[in-house]
């Protein structure tokens, strides 16, 4: 049993808590006991990167490093 499950979203183009309305997800994560977390205003850790790739380290959401577990549910766009 997890100690904690959280709903992740970071929206490019929106307010995320207009997105986690919009889908309803309140009502997914009382169902499941889960938090919803706005991934644009979690606080980032830096994250090293292999040499050659254009850059020192990228910027990760504390929510996501810390996770045991991550389940990336990428959604369609046209």
Request: hydrophobic share 45%; aromatic share 8%; no cysteine.
């Amino acid at each position: 049993m997890p100690k904690e499950i959280l709903i992740g979203e970071g929206s490019a183009d929106a307010y995320t808590t207009q997105g986690f309305r919009f889908q309803n997800m309140g009502y997914i994560a009382a169902r499941y006991g889960a938090k919803l977390v706005d991934l644009n205003l979690e606080e980032g850790i830096k994250i090293p990167v292999p040499p050659g790739l254009g850059r020192d380290y990228v910027m990760i959401p504390r929510a996501i490093v810390k996770s045991d577990i991550l389940i990336s549910l990428p959604v369609f766009k046209l």
